[in-house]
């Protein structure tokens, strides 16, 4: 019994510094992966578009055309939120926020097609949204939770990454 | 012209509220040629205003302004029709579509990495080969295919007239090209051009694209109501784009037909080369240096060069941009310029912004 007791105690204190290491390391990512936030883009509740995929998104928040079933699709960048509109340039766009800003300025200048509209609050934002059904844009999707005439279209990225 | 700025200026800033896409471009430049005096003449402050507006219906317009301290220059009125998501046409004064250089910069210096434009493609009014603007119909398209874009655009209409007193865009003495001026018809003697551009993007996302062009223009000169040079150019060029680095190229191959005013009367009809390359690398998002070289190949005693004394036959250039602070940028470069007769070393240096 005896023997049983102290092989157990030196088995765990051989491992402590495993152990320590273990909870470190839960501990300190645990909180990251509560607080991630998913962005998502997000139309009117009203739509009715057929999934879009990576390159057709990009091409919109470029300010291309995007059609589908006739009707042309456009989309409006959400500036209300910093963190959301990095999250979106590093995992849609991936481009710096200066590369982006000038190629879009850049394509207005050259064209005089209209550029990518903003919204830089988040009520201005849904307005627009329920405005039109053929509109898309970007917010995180705890936002779209208490959003009732918002829904997500698809999923950008979370803002683990730096 | 100066009522035309004031007027423009309060419909731009007005439309600056207004649901449009405004955008203005403020510069200052700083130019010293080594072995001249430095004063300051030779600072120039200047702004470009741009707006635009895409109606439901389909219509288009689209006005800009050039104003610096000697010059006022409605740069681009154009009234169009979008027919469908690739199709437009446009009616009024345009940038002439030739080339990659032309059709993607212009004014608005902020948005180009270097100060200067290369020789070949510079202003009219500056020394440059080809005609800056055209005044009459343009059809821009464009055709998916993959993920790959082809664009192709087709102009006509009144081009520049060649004169002695020098163009806008800060043109001295010497002859250059000067645009028809859409708000005073009547003024000098234009002739008709054509450009046809083809270009192609690989991936619509990323900006390396191959393409080519051909351009007719019949320019008259103000020697001789009668007189009218032949200028046919075709060109190819590119750009690409990878990670940091940037490269754009271009080469035309001119044919010139000159009216002789010497004895031998006639004409010369003549054939020449120009190209440059350019190299950017952005080591970061402030900094990117940059170099370029530009040459003229069998231009020897050609009549249209001549007429053009500000153009530098052969120009290298070094420089560096520093994007300092969101939207605003400062430059500085210099260019070794070889001239028919003569040859020198340019410094320039430039802040540059675009609200908002």
């Given at each position: 019994?005896?023997?049983?007791?102290?092989?157990?105690?030196?088995?765990?204190?051989?491992?402590?510094?495993?152990?320590i290491?273990?909870?470190?390391?839960?501990?300190?990512?645990?909180p990251?992966?509560?607080?991630?936030?998913?962005?998502?883009?997000?139309?009117?509740?009203?739509?009715?578009?057929?999934?879009?995929?990576?390159?057709?998104?990009?091409?919109?928040?470029?300010?291309y055309?995007?059609e589908?079933?006739?009707?042309?699709?456009?989309?409006?960048?959400?500036?209300?939120?910093?963190?959301?509109?990095?999250v979106?340039?590093?995992?849609?766009?991936?481009?710096?926020?200066?590369?982006?800003?000038?190629?879009?300025?850049?394509?207005t200048?050259?064209?005089?097609?209209?550029?990518?509209?903003?919204?830089?609050?988040?009520?201005?934002?849904?307005?627009?949204?329920?405005?039109?059904?053929?509109?898309?844009?970007?917010m995180?999707?705890?936002?779209?939770?208490?959003?009732?005439?918002v829904?997500?279209?698809?999923f950008?990225?979370?803002?683990?990454?730096? | 012209?100066?009522?035309?700025?004031?007027?423009?200026?309060?419909?731009?800033?007005?439309?600056?509220?207004a649901?449009?896409?405004?955008?203005?471009?403020?510069?200052?430049?700083?130019?010293?040629?080594?072995?001249?005096?430095?004063?300051?003449?030779?600072?120039?402050?200047?702004?470009?205003?741009?707006?635009?507006?895409?109606?439901?219906?389909?219509?288009l317009?689209?006005?800009?302004?050039?104003?610096?301290?000697?010059?006022?220059?409605?740069?681009?009125?154009q009234?169009?029709?979008?027919?469908?998501?690739?199709?437009?046409?446009?009616?009024?004064?345009?940038?002439?579509?030739?080339?990659?250089?032309?059709?993607?910069y212009?004014?608005?210096n902020?948005?180009?990495?270097?100060?200067?434009?290369?020789?070949?493609?510079?202003?009219?009014?500056?020394?440059?080969?080809?005609?800056?603007?055209?005044?009459?119909?343009?059809?821009?398209?464009?055709?998916e295919?993959?993920?790959?874009?082809?664009?192709?655009?087709?102009?006509?209409?009144?081009?520049?007239?060649?004169?002695?007193?020098?163009?806008h865009h800060?043109?001295?003495?010497?002859?250059?090209?000067?645009?028809?001026?859409?708000?005073?018809?009547?003024?000098g003697?234009?002739?008709?051009?054509?450009?046809?551009?083809?270009?192609?993007?690989?991936?619509?996302?990323?900006?390396?694209?191959?393409?080519?062009?051909?351009?007719?223009?019949?320019?008259?000169?103000?020697?001789?109501?009668?007189?009218?040079?032949?200028?046919?150019?075709?060109?190819?060029?590119?750009?690409?784009?990878?990670?940091?680095?940037r490269?754009?190229?271009e080469?035309?191959?001119?044919?010139?037909?000159?009216?002789?005013?010497?004895?031998?009367?006639?004409?010369?009809?003549?054939?020449?080369?120009?190209?440059?390359?350019?190299?950017?690398?952005?080591?970061?998002?402030?900094?990117?240096?940059?170099?370029?070289?530009?040459?003229?190949?069998?231009?020897?005693?050609?009549?249209?060069?001549?007429?053009?004394?500000?153009y530098?036959?052969?120009?290298?250039?070094?420089?560096?941009?520093?994007?300092?602070?969101?939207?605003?940028?400062l430059?500085?470069?210099?260019?070794?310029?070889?001239?028919?007769?003569d040859h020198?070393?340019?410094?320039?240096?430039?802040?540059?912004?675009?609200?908002?």
């Amino acid at each position: 019994m005896v023997t049983q007791l102290e092989c157990c105690l030196a088995v765990i204190v051989s491992r402590t510094p495993l152990l320590i290491f273990i909870t470190l390391v839960l501990g300190l990512s645990m909180p990251s992966m509560a607080s991630a936030r998913e962005l998502v883009v997000v139309s009117s509740k009203s739509t009715d578009y057929l999934p879009l995929s990576r390159f057709e998104l990009r091409k919109l928040f470029l300010g291309y055309p995007v059609e589908q079933n006739g009707k042309v699709i456009s989309a409006i960048r959400n500036t209300s939120d910093e963190r959301a509109y990095k999250v979106f340039l590093q995992k849609l766009i991936r481009l710096s926020a200066k590369n982006y800003e000038r190629r879009l300025m850049s394509k207005t200048f050259k064209t005089g097609a209209a550029n990518v509209p903003t919204a830089d609050s988040l009520d201005a934002l849904i307005d627009e949204l329920q405005q039109t059904d053929s509109t898309l844009s970007f917010m995180w999707m705890d936002e779209v939770e208490s959003q009732p005439g918002v829904k997500v279209i698809e999923f950008i990225g979370d803002d683990t990454t730096n | 012209m100066k009522l035309i700025s004031i007027l423009m200026l309060s419909v731009f800033s007005s439309a600056a509220q207004a649901d449009v896409d405004f955008l203005a471009f403020p510069e200052i430049r700083a130019d010293h040629v080594e072995g001249a005096n430095f004063s300051e003449k030779n600072v120039r402050p200047s702004v470009d205003l741009f707006l635009s507006k895409e109606f439901d219906v389909g219509a288009l317009v689209l006005f800009e302004v050039f104003v610096a301290e000697d010059v006022e220059n409605a740069e681009r009125v154009q009234l169009g029709w979008k027919f469908n998501e690739s199709t437009r046409v446009w009616l009024g004064r345009y940038h002439n579509p030739f080339g990659y250089w032309h059709t993607e910069y212009h004014h608005g210096n902020y948005l180009q990495t270097s100060i200067s434009r290369p020789e070949m493609v510079d202003f009219g009014g500056s020394g440059g080969l080809v005609p800056s603007h055209m005044t009459g119909g343009l059809v821009e398209g464009s055709i998916e295919h993959g993920e790959g874009v082809w664009s192709y655009t087709l102009a006509a209409g009144m081009t520049s007239q060649l004169t002695s007193s020098g163009g806008h865009h800060g043109g001295g003495a010497g002859g250059s090209l000067t645009d028809f001026d859409v708000f005073n018809p009547k003024a000098g003697n234009h002739d008709y051009g054509y450009t046809a551009r083809l270009a192609y993007q690989p991936n619509l996302m990323d900006e390396t694209q191959y393409g080519a062009f051909a351009t007719h223009e019949t320019i008259k000169t103000d020697d001789s109501p009668k007189d009218e040079i032949t200028l046919d150019v075709v060109g190819v060029f590119a750009n690409y784009h990878k990670e940091k680095l940037r490269l754009i190229g271009e080469a035309y191959y001119f044919h010139t037909e000159v009216p002789r005013h010497h004895d031998e009367g006639g004409e010369q009809s003549d054939d020449f080369i120009a190209g440059y390359i350019q190299a950017e690398y952005a080591a970061n998002d402030e900094w990117t240096p940059y170099i370029s070289y530009s040459d003229t190949f069998a231009n020897d005693d050609n009549e249209y060069i001549e007429l053009l004394p500000k153009y530098a036959e052969k120009a290298k250039t070094v420089g560096v941009r520093w994007d300092f602070y969101r939207h605003q940028a400062l430059k500085l470069e210099y260019t070794q310029r070889e001239f028919d007769h003569d040859h020198n070393g340019l410094w320039l240096l430039n802040w540059s912004a675009v609200w908002p």
